[in-house]
């Protein structure tokens, strides 16, 4: 996305998590987070054992498509991922920009027994804690979103906590946050300048990254024949939203892909 989409994004996530902690301060999401602590599904173990890798995506627009699937409801899609062969499960949670909200994840935790990644724009500590509380078992931290330090500081709290962590990396300036102890690291195939994908991206940048990393491959995702080769070159785990949700039956168009994968 655009530079000055993020700022945007980022701003509009400052003024959303200083509004949501006048509702339910800090404290008390702190000892709830620490209350309740559900059994939590390892994302990097799903992955890394997974044959297909895919973790399927619910969401419902994107800053540069607008609109995906305006109506869809997780509790119509996100088990049927499940049962349909995805690795893991990816939720937006950002409501202006993406049409998710925080029970989109609440919504369908107790109906599916795979990991499911909070996918926002994570800013704060504060969100680290409502992950936690909301029964996410991973996060997405953004390096472009957060100085190396205080992607540091967030990624020992998730773990604190029992949350694992999606480290997404754009571009080559970032590969320092790569041994930073995320338990995942994403490489995200759009632009930040021009909205452009290009699954390219993750085939140039792998070279540069920690061997024993479970890596994964981001955005512009489209075909098996593209996973495959990202598969020989180290990628374990490949995040798909789009290409499912633009569909009618987003859970039968991931059965598709994944019966592809096998098949060639």
């Not at 995506?57 to 049927?80: M, Q």
């Not at 704060?124 to 953004?142: F, K, N, P, T, V």
Request: hydrophobic share 40%; with cysteine.
């Amino acid at each position: 996305m655009k530079q000055d989409i993020l700022t945007e994004i980022i701003a509009n996530k400052r003024f959303e998590v200083d509004h949501q902690q006048t509702i339910y301060s800090l404290h008390e999401l702190q000892d709830r987070a620490l209350e309740e602590m559900p059994k939590v599904h390892s994302l990097k173990q799903s992955i890394a054992t997974s044959q297909s890798g895919i973790i399927a995506e619910f969401k419902r627009r994107s800053p540069s498509k607008g609109w995906i699937h305006r109506e869809a409801n997780p509790s119509d899609v996100v088990p049927y991922y499940a049962q349909n062969g995805a690795s893991a499960l990816s939720i937006l949670t950002d409501k202006v920009f993406f049409g998710g909200t925080l029970s989109d994840i609440q919504s369908v935790r107790d109906e599916v027994e795979i990991p499911i990644l909070r996918k926002d724009f994570i800013i704060d500590e504060y969100q680290i804690y409502q992950s936690r509380a909301i029964r996410a078992d991973a996060i997405l931290l953004i390096a472009a979103a957060l100085p190396i330090a205080k992607c540091e500081e967030y990624i020992h709290l998730a773990h604190r906590l029992g949350l694992e962590v999606l480290l997404e990396l754009h571009d080559e300036s970032e590969i320092p946050y790569a041994s930073l102890g995320a338990d995942l690291v994403g490489i995200n195939n759009r632009n930040l300048g021009s909205f452009h994908t290009d699954s390219k991206h993750s085939f140039d940048i792998v070279s540069q990254l920690p061997s024993e990393t479970v890596l994964v491959s981001e955005s512009g995702l489209k075909d098996a024949e593209t996973i495959l080769r990202l598969k020989e070159v180290g990628y374990k785990g490949f995040l798909m939203g789009e290409a499912f949700m633009k569909e009618e039956n987003p859970p039968l168009a991931l059965r598709q892909l994944i019966k592809d994968i096998i098949n060639k």
